[in-house]
């Protein structure tokens, strides 16, 4: 079972985003760990245009380097 958090990046400053998706994330994940679907594996949808300039490219490849988020790409 999986529960899946899709974010836009759609403001001005990607960074910005990331920052917010990250910390949302972290919630999810731990609200995930505290609840009756703690056995749901969290993931980050976001689309590959955002992937190739933020995760491949850009600072976001240090949360995948360290496992710290698992992402869907679509």
Avoid at 11 to 22: F, G, M, P, V, Y
Avoid at 38 to 46: E, Q
């Amino acid at each position: 079972r999986i529960a899946v958090e899709i974010k836009s990046f759609v403001s001005a400053s990607a960074i910005q985003d990331l920052k917010e998706a990250a910390g949302q994330y972290m919630l999810y994940l731990l609200a995930l760990a505290e609840s009756d679907e703690s056995n749901r594996t969290l993931y980050l949808a976001v689309r590959h245009i955002v992937y190739e300039n933020l995760f491949v490219k850009g600072i976001g490849k240090l949360f995948l380097q360290n496992r710290s988020l698992r992402l869907i790409v679509f």
